[in-house]
């Protein structure tokens, strides 16, 4: 299996711009995570979906943030209109189980 | 209080020893535990996982359960420079909380 994809790998926007980011997990895996790490905040969790459905979105810091889950394959985070806050690398996890997760290999988002 | 502590480190140990990483988790109800390796710049790889007292061994690594306590650790034997990365402690209850990592350094 190829893993956890996340795209894209790199982004660089300007303040005001709207941010996609898109995951998709592990074939097989029901679980999936969104997280955002930070040198100041570590790892935080931003939403989890089972079976494709939101479970929790408590983590998600505004309203500005969004994430969806239109299929079992396919998930998306969007980030709009995008801070200078919101620089960090943002991780998407796949589990088959909600317990033990499997990281993808992130995405570095700059806003200036 | 924060829900999941750990030591930042940095720890270091020549190579060889034996690796010492603690962390201690304050919801009594957590059910599952978790340590991730992450080597800077990379993503959280997933190197243990435990769910009952006692201790759990994975070649050079062993992981460790006390929930009376609330502490979970993980020893790495015979460190190698290889292993030089930060350490993220993972407890899950009602959802996934991470620790803030400790940063171990094995110097050759």
């Known amino acids: 299996d190829a893993g956890v994809i996340q795209s894209p790998r790199h982004e660089v926007t300007e303040m005001g711009q709207e941010v996609t980011l898109r995951c998709k997990p592990i074939?097989?895996?029901?679980?999936l995570f969104w997280y955002r790490q930070t040198m100041m905040r570590g790892l935080e969790l931003l939403i989890y979906f089972n079976n494709n459905v939101p479970i929790d979105d408590s983590g998600m810091p505004e309203d500005r943030f969004s994430a969806k889950m239109p299929n079992a394959s396919f998930s998306t985070l969007k980030i709009q209109p995008s801070e200078p806050r919101d620089s960090a690398v943002y991780f998407c996890a796949s589990s088959p189980t909600a317990h033990e997760q499997y990281f993808g290999p992130g995405t570095r988002l700059t806003v200036t | 209080q924060k829900e999941v502590e750990q030591n930042s480190g940095p720890l270091s140990v020549p190579e060889g020893a034996i690796a010492s990483l603690n962390c201690t988790y304050s919801?009594?109800?957590?059910?599952?535990f978790f340590w991730y390796r992450q080597y800077s710049g990379k993503s959280p790889e997933l190197i243990m996982s435990i769910y009952s007292n006692g201790d759990k061994e994975d070649g050079r690594f062993t992981a460790q359960l006390n929930k009376a306590s609330q502490y979970v650790s993980l020893l790495i034997r015979d460190s190698q420079p290889s292993d030089s990365a930060t350490y993220l402690c993972a407890v899950r209850g009602n959802d996934m909380r991470f620790g803030a990592g400790t940063r171990l350094t094995v110097k050759p």
């Open positions: 074939s097989g895996h029901n679980s």
């Open positions: 919801d009594r109800g957590s059910q599952s």
